[in-house]
């Protein structure tokens, strides 16, 4: 970790030292490919699959570093976020996994499924109502009550130091079994925690590699921060892509101001044939929020056309009851 | 091949040459693993998973080594088949490779997607009238007219020598990667290619290994005909596992009377949550019929418990807007 002006900010050894506290807990999930999509788009990708990841998404690289980074002193209080997506389901399993308590204040109106889910791996739910205001509310008791550590889903250098080994096992697995490295890489981008990470590692050991972001026309937050030089926040952005509602935050703006090449999006009904192109051609379950990257290439077909592109799938976390296709 | 009293047999030699022939025209499909299940079930579940293969289905090895096999005087002629699901579709695109016709005689009332995907991998539909009269005229004409090679699903032992090289693999597989051997294989049965191909190869390299095969209960002619010691064919039977529906034949037949060691059934609800149970946490997508060695697994606990089981999901080529758990 590095000070700057009292940011603190990970830097490449963090990342190897993540990568080596996560190991035994995580999956070194494979790259797929798709001769199908590549002659659809022109491209050649690489699709790195965390939607076959612990818990069904990379955010379980993230916040088991910062579980399995606590001493004994700290972890016995446990952990604590505010989430109802898969940073909490993933904390829930490291902190499982460490045996540790881990708190997570979820909205009652969340789906059941998702707190049932949080519980399915031993994670303590504390529901608030539906607003900012009554979620930092309880938040705050439960931190106060329980001494638990905070491990925030994406703006803490832990996580984003976690997230960062993705990219790494990537270009690992691009050498070992493609034949060689990519000309870009492209992730989704919500908070900016996976393209933070992708920067970090990218930037320090293949800085020739380009980084996209992909992100829902409907909730394009980064996109305009990104052309505006500094943080614009939504309020209450709605799209299908529901992992990629919340906005950056200083760290993760650290990253994609630095060392991103572009963000780019796509339409919430491109978002939706792309995921399920990719289900009936690749046979994988992804996410909606994973699709953004798949669509975006095919709007832009001549930024990616000859490329070799890895394409991170961030999970796979799907109401099977309630596919977006189905409401269309 | 061998000749048994007129019945032309492959032999471990066909399964040698047929495994060289498809190599270049074929996925080596992985073999995966889940924790989850593996706690479900209180067996180790090794699932080689050929929806990930061409064409969606394992169908393709035995497509592709009658297609491949033919002499270039046979080939110009083409080939030709009588299905509507995975064979036809395989048979299609292993023509396509080699640049021959391939005929596909389909009733007219089947899906158009399937009409579609055979015609979208180059093969020429010519539909008939749903009954098997129609068809046997249609089928006929159409070899007349051609001349084509007649390749049948599963009855004939250039498929049942390509249908084996899948457990050949998995043996491989399980011994580089996986630890070592298995206690059982399980697969479903329809008109019984795959399990025959399973048979050939395990009791040529493997023969402690128990063979299972898995089937609906309302489509359970396989088992009865394993019980009364003769082959027993439904009149179309209904069965969410549509590609089980078929009888099996002479070949067939003589393997699994030889090979299996049972066979076991699931009901369609039973088949409907192992199949969603996988996509929910395998993250995969497969067919019905993939599912029913699953269900079975789930009713039958006793008999893999404690097992290292070989699992075949047999292909992966669904209707994502008509998924069976959401007419329930």
């Known amino acids: 970790m590095k000070d700057v002006n009292g940011m603190i900010i990970p830097t490449w050894d963090d990342v190897i030292e993540a990568h080596d506290r996560v190991c035994p807990h995580i999956h070194r999930t494979p790259v797929l490919t798709s001769s199908y999509l590549n002659a659809l788009t022109g491209a050649q990708l690489f699709f790195k699959c965390e939607n076959f990841q612990k818990a069904g998404a990379f955010k379980v690289r ?72 009554s979620r930092e509310e309880y938040f705050a008791r439960v931190q106060e009550e329980t001494g638990a550590d905070f491990v925030h889903p994406y703006n803490d250098p832990r996580v984003i130091a976690g997230q960062a080994t993705c990219s790494r096992e990537l270009l690992e697995q691009m050498e070992q079994d493609h034949g060689g490295g990519l000309d870009a890489v492209i992730a989704p ?24 972001a992909a992100e829902p026309d409907q909730a394009d937050d980064a996109a305009r921060s990104f052309r505006a030089g500094h943080i614009i926040a939504d309020d209450a952005p709605e799209t299908v892509a529901d992992g990629l509602k919340v906005p950056l935050k200083e760290l993760t703006w650290h990253f994609v ?20 192109l990719t289900w009936q051609r690749m046979k994988i379950v992804m996410e909606s929020s994973s699709a953004v990257p798949l669509a975006v290439i095919l709007r832009n077909p001549e930024v990616f056309a ?4 890895g394409v991170v799938i961030t999970g796979g976390n799907v109401d099977l009851g309630k596919l977006p296709w189905m409401q269309h």
Chains 1, 2 share one sequence.
């Not at 993933?90 to 909205?107: D, E, Q, T």
């Open 306 to 309: 000859g490329k070799r592109v």
């Open 189 to 212: 981008i919500g908070g900016g925690g996976m393209i933070s990470g992708t920067c970090l590692t990218l930037s320090t050991i293949a800085p020739d590699v380009r980084i996209y």
């Open 257 to 276: 101001k630095t060392h991103v090449t572009d963000i780019l999006t796509a339409s919430d009904q491109e978002i939706i044939d792309a995921m399920r």
């Open 62 to 133: 993230g916040a088991s570093n910062a579980v399995f980074g606590l001493s004994d002193e700290m972890a016995k209080n446990g952990v604590a976020t505010h989430s109802s997506g898969n940073h909490a389901l993933s904390l829930a399993y490291a902190a499982g996994r460490r045996g540790i308590p881990c708190h997570v204040v979820m909205p009652r109106t969340a789906p059941q499924a998702k707190k049932d889910a949080v519980k399915g791996y031993g994670g303590i739910v504390t529901e608030c109502e539906p607003s900012t205001t």
